[in-house]
């Protein structure tokens, strides 16, 4: 399959001319539903969704996300399917598997909110905002790399713990470009530990696993 990062924590998946876009949020830009057949969206923070995005989307797009999520996109054309941890489902020609429940812990005083990661076609996993087991091997694992819930020993503990083939920095929109070398040198130098191909896909460039 193709993988396209569209910005920030979304990403576009294709293949046999169908196309998977997962977490749409309003930080990743324009275009991020063109030519979508359907919608993976792990929780209900607005750099994930954009509901307003998704309320002009075609009645046949499908969505596929969290009970949360879906009561907020109650009144939206597209057709929203609720999802949860084990379940698996075909959605745009991709078999997907739903693997966890709750977003990392952010702010001391907030509750976590539900969140699910996607596990497409037994290739690539994104956990969300989560460092979630996936419970099985995982060659493309799509790794958190900044956010306020995150530290960066947290996430190199994980890629050791999860141990893939590659692996491709999500949720990094929000660094500037000191930032994004900081992340650069962090999957490297993890890289050649694992001897693996860990690093940061720019917006709008593809990779093919």
């Known amino acids: 399959m193709k993988l396209t990062k569209l910005g920030h924590a979304c990403w576009r998946l294709e293949k046999d001319g169908r196309t998977l876009v997962i977490d749409p949020g309003s930080f990743s830009g324009p275009g991020l539903l063109d030519g979508a057949d359907a ?3 792990t929780h209900e923070h607005f750099d994930h969704v954009d509901a307003g995005l998704l309320a002009s989307a075609s009645p046949d797009l499908e969505v ?26 075909d959605a745009a020609g991709f078999h997907v598997s739903a693997v966890g429940e709750w977003h990392a812990l952010n702010l001391p005083d907030v509750p976590p909110v539900q969140n699910i990661g996607f ?9 969300g905002d989560a460092l979630t087991p996936p419970g099985r091997d995982v060659p493309t694992l799509l790794v958190p790399t900044n956010a306020p819930w995150l530290k960066a020993a947290e996430m190199l503990l994980y890629l050791r713990y999860v141990r893939p083939a590659r692996a491709y920095s999500t949720h990094d929109g929000i660094v500037n470009d000191i930032g994004a070398k900081l992340i650069d040198n962090w999957l490297g130098m993890e890289a050649g530990r694992q001897k693996a191909d860990f690093r940061r896909i720019p917006p709008g460039e593809s990779v093919e696993v």
């Open 119 to 127: 596990f497409v076609d037994d290739e690539v996993f994104y956990p």
């Open 64 to 89: 596929f996300t969290c009970q949360a999520v879906a009561d907020q996109l109650a009144e939206i054309p597209a057709k929203v399917q609720v999802v949860a941890h084990g379940d698996g489902f």
């Open 39 to 41: 919608v993976l969206i």
